[in-house]
């Protein structure tokens, strides 16, 4: 049986103990930490909630989980990863996945498993990885940002992309009309890369999250026929070289523990691994 623990909805009274939080661990909390400085801790502008544990608004907060299209947990002790799952199962289930440090989202999982599962997947060891200086690898200097007239062409990539890593379509049940808006929100914010050949795209990757300190590529892909070419280190390195020399970020990524090819491609470029990401998917 589930206990609540303490945790409640934070509003802006615990905007600087959130922001605290965030700010212990820039790359694992880059996704929330993203939203909530282009919004602020209100609801109705993050696009989700903030549950928290502590003694009053206001007060230092022990744990910070977000609960909106993914639920991510990003730190507290496992009484407050138990409050945290107490108040998730009070609620329709409305993510599409539980993701952040592993710690916080296998103990959630655990206690969410009864009500919410099976899930589709659980990927229970993602390596996090970061780099902050130049890359080892020299940067593909045919990738570039996407422009928007370019949708169309590189959408399927992104399509085959998703089906790969995540293993279902993103065009059930709209016809992929939410999926197209979200890639073509990345190409017009200058966040989707690309090295085009022929007009087909050979490789890319986005910036999916993007906070002042850190920017977290998602999304690599070389063409099934163009592997083994040293494309999707090269191509990596491109994105890096943005977000590290352009925009004055950190790069960050998580990637499978299984997939050693990738894990290699990220070694070489010269990320090290900084924790650990859990993700579970429904």
Not at 11 to 33: G, K, N, P, W, Y
Not at 253 to 274: C, E, H, K, M, W
Request: aromatic share 6%; glycine share 12%.
């Amino acid at each position: 049986m589930l206990r609540l623990a303490g945790a409640r909805l934070l509003d802006e009274r615990d905007s600087q103990a959130v922001r605290a939080v965030l700010a212990a661990d820039q790359v694992a909390s880059c996704m929330v930490a993203s939203r909530v400085e282009a919004a602020g801790v209100d609801p109705w502008r993050l696009g989700g909630e903030l549950w928290g544990c502590g003694i009053r608004a206001g007060s230092r907060l022990d744990a910070l989980c977000f609960a909106g299209p993914n639920l991510v947990p990003l730190a507290g002790r496992p009484s407050a990863i138990r409050a945290f799952a107490e108040r998730a199962v009070r609620r329709r289930r409305l993510c599409s996945s539980l993701v952040g440090p592993a710690e916080q989202v296998m103990g959630m999982w655990a206690e969410l498993a009864p009500e919410w599962g099976p899930a589709r997947d659980v990927r229970e060891d993602q390596p996090l990885m970061a780099i902050n200086g130049p890359t080892k690898v020299r940067p593909d200097p045919l990738v570039r940002a996407v422009r928007p007239d370019e949708l169309d062409r590189y959408l399927p990539a992104a399509i085959a992309m998703f089906i790969e890593e995540v293993g279902v379509d993103p065009r059930v049940g709209d016809g992929g009309a939410g999926y197209r808006a979200r890639v073509a929100e990345l190409i017009a914010a200058g966040r989707a890369f690309a090295r085009f050949e022929g007009g087909e795209v050979v490789f890319k990757a986005e910036i999916g999250a993007m906070s002042r300190a850190v920017g977290q590529i998602q999304g690599v892909w070389v063409h099934p026929d163009q592997r083994g070419h040293g494309h999707g280190a090269a191509g990596t390195a491109a994105v890096v070289r943005r977000l590290v020399d352009g925009l004055g970020r950190t790069a960050s990524l998580y990637v499978n523990s299984y997939n050693t090819p990738a894990r290699a491609v990220y070694d070489r470029i010269g990320f090290v691994q900084v924790g650990q990401y859990a993700t579970v998917l429904f």
